[in-house]
């Protein structure tokens, strides 16, 4: 249901992405940019967006929504090419292709991540929706993306680095660095269709749930999958002695761990659904399932 509702809008919100940066500069910053942001991958923010919003209201223009999730894969995009720095996670592949900081240089990566946090901002600000509703996102986003959210996650995800931390304290790294976004993607949804603060607050769960399952997915995967079924070097986390979840509790407990966490985005759809009794609630439970490990 959800690869069917995905390939309904996927080529023309690409194509939206493909218009959002003008060649303006006469550098090689806008190509820089444009590397990183078209390069192939998941879509996975905007797409959990536009299905919450689908979800919530069937009525909504989905076009409407475009610069909103244009916004939150300008960010999580610029997190990437910073985050495959030298001085960060000093990685050369990403979605694989060379990082942006190998096919340029890393002052253009540095810049061109900063162009892409800052358009994001430009993109909420000229969308055609209500005025509350974009002041609003507006400081979801900065909340979320910032010191107190993905940013803030990120430090802390260094600081941890050759360290033994708790299960509680990796959760708390991953409920920032992965989870804050997906919370923006959820909570927006609710913003855009005037869900109620409950209804928010449960959508708000249910990204930072969804956080918790990917980050620790993806730690699996970083283990039991190939560099070319990641687009990125295969057990960098390991090489770089990161804490992770199969690190500390072991490949099957890890696993056991991910499906609880499913399971909790599941009870919280349930929550949703006893405010709106008549939710279809499909669409975002085929988000979920997709999120599946499936073996190789």
Known sequence: MFSV???????????????????????????????ALLAPGKRLRPFLLFAVVAT????????????????????????????????????????????VHKKFSEATAILAGDALLTEAFQQIAVANIPPQQAMDLTCLLASTAGYQG??????????????????????????????????????????????????????????LRLGLAYQIRDDILDIISSQDELGKPAGSDVAANKSTYPSLLGLEQARK????????????????????????????DSFIVQLEIKEG
């Open 5 to 35: 509702f995905k390939d309904k809008y996927q080529s023309d919100f690409e194509s939206y992405l493909a218009q959002s940066v003008d060649l303006t500069s006469d550098t090689q910053l806008e190509e820089a940019m444009n590397y």
């Open 257 to 284: 761990l991910f499906e609880q966490e499913l399971q909790n985005c599941q009870d919280i759809l349930l929550k949703i659904k006893t405010i709106h009794p008549g939710l279809n609630d499909g669409l975002l």
């Open 150 to 207: 993905m940013v803030g996650g990120q430090q802390a995800d260094m600081n941890a680095e050759e360290q033994r931390v708790s299960l509680e304290e990796l959760q708390s790294i991953h409920l920032r660095k992965t989870g804050e976004l997906l919370k923006f993607a959820c909570t927006a949804g609710g913003i855009l269709t005037d869900g109620s603060d409950q209804t928010k607050a449960y959508l708000s769960e249910l990204g």
């Open 56 to 99: 919530l209201d069937s009525t909504v223009d989905m076009k409407q929504v475009y610069p909103v999730a244009a916004a939150l894969e300008m960010i999580h995009t610029y997190s990437l090419i910073h985050d495959d720095l030298p001085a960060m996670d000093d990685d050369d592949l990403r979605r694989g292709r060379p990082a």
